[in-house]
């Protein structure tokens, strides 16, 4: 009976099939890359929350409201109403930006230079950054941001940004441009010029572009040669990367 009894505990005992030397991994390849795909993708993620954190945090303590009798106080509402959005943007000053620049989804703001603009001036910069609100450019922006830190390893994603972004001012400048004569359209191409030079951050939507590309807008402004085909391109773009951006997220999340 001791001899059966003893067998059956060497029976229940583990046997250890490890060879002397060898040591079991701590974490497996999966279990690697994934950790280095979660690691990059809070890296971008913290990099671009904090650059617009801080960016945001100046431009909010920078910003004053415009009196009711300046003159973008005053063509605010009926720009409004002839675009049909029944929110108007609140609208506000900084001398942090030097072009209009278009801010902030639940709550847009338009936010416009501290230098003092002329009428034409401001209801181009007024209309193209509503434009840019009834598009819905800016939440557009902040989806392919979120589609980019879930794919930071694709090098392809910051140019189809750029490119979205493009097709975006593409986009504006003719819905802007359908409504004017030959001499407002010049009035127009002299208004992007006063703020050309601008930057306008990621995530916000304006009026300044870098000179290669301002070039081509002005050339479109200018001399039209098929405005309605510019737009349906331009729209045709800013589709088929919203499509991809969408396809692209379900596919990783499936």
Not at 33 to 60: D, E, H, K, P
Not at 102 to 126: D, H, K, N, W
Request: proline share 7%; hydrophobic share 45%.
């Amino acid at each position: 009976a001791g001899e059966v009894l003893h067998t059956a505990v060497q029976e229940s005992e583990p046997v250890d099939n490890t060879e002397p030397g060898h040591t079991t991994p701590v974490f497996t390849a999966p279990q690697i890359i994934t950790g280095i795909y979660l690691a990059g993708v809070l890296a971008f993620g913290i990099a671009c929350g904090v650059r617009y954190a801080l960016f945001s945090r100046r431009l909010r303590r920078s910003c004053s409201p415009t009196k009711p009798d300046e003159t973008a106080s005053k063509l605010l509402q009926p720009l409004c109403g002839e675009l049909e959005i029944r929110r108007p943007p609140a609208l506000v000053t900084s001398p942090l930006v030097s072009s209009p620049v278009l801010v902030g989804t639940c709550r847009p703001r338009i936010v416009l230079p501290a230098q003092r603009m002329t009428q034409s001036q401001c209801a181009f910069a007024l209309r193209h950054e509503l434009t840019h609100l009834k598009q819905g450019d800016i939440i557009a922006k902040v989806f392919l941001l979120v589609v980019n830190a879930l794919h930071w390893w694709c090098p392809v994603l910051p140019a189809l940004r750029r490119a979205f972004a493009l097709a975006c001012e593409d986009t504006c400048d003719e819905i802007v441009a359908q409504t004017l004569n030959g001499a407002q359209r010049k009035n127009y191409a002299e208004t992007l010029l006063h703020f050309a030079g601008g930057s306008t951050p990621y995530a916000t939507a304006g009026l300044a572009l870098p000179g290669k590309n301002l070039k081509q807008r002005l050339q479109r402004l200018l001399h039209p040669k098929n405005p309605s085909r510019i737009m349906r391109l331009a729209g045709t773009v800013k589709i088929a990367l919203e499509l991809w951006a969408g396809l692209v997220a379900v596919c990783r999340f499936a």
